[in-house]
């Protein structure tokens, strides 16, 4: 399966963004997770999605400002971002792999990814 993220882009403080990431070739595996990485960290998660269920898991920093949903009609996940801050900013990956759930949070239990898309969140 092939992964294609996008909606990245440069916002203020305070503004919104929706990411998309699109699966081609073959279906999502059990979970659909974003992740980020800023410049000299390491990559962290910030939310996950059951691809067949639609449960959903977040980050502690982002909980309360990102939405993660599903269209499967649409073979997409989308990461809906409101309140953005300063230190969101940060190349977004998507991820799927087929992991048992305590697994979601971590980036190595991830066979397929996407390219990453940008956010810049500033005044």
């Known amino acids: 399966v092939q992964l294609q993220a996008s909606g990245g882009g440069l916002v203020q403080p305070g503004g919104s963004l929706r990411l998309s990431c699109v699966a081609s070739g073959d279906t999502f595996r059990r979970y659909v997770s974003w992740f980020r990485q800023a410049p000299g960290k390491e990559r962290e998660f910030v939310s996950a999605?059951?691809?067949?269920?639609?449960?959903?898991y977040y980050a502690d920093s982002v909980k309360g400002r990102f939405t993660i949903s599903r269209d499967k009609a649409k073979s997409t996940v989308y990461l809906q971002m409101n309140s953005l801050e300063s230190a969101d900013t940060a190349e977004y990956f998507c991820?799927?792999?087929?992991?048992?759930?305590?697994?979601?949070?971590?980036?190595?239990?991830?066979?397929?990814w996407g390219q990453g898309t940008l956010v810049t969140v500033s005044s």
């Open positions: 991820g799927s792999g087929s992991t048992i759930l305590s697994g979601i949070y971590d980036s190595r239990n991830y066979v397929y």
């Open positions: 999605v059951n691809w067949n269920s639609g449960h959903t």
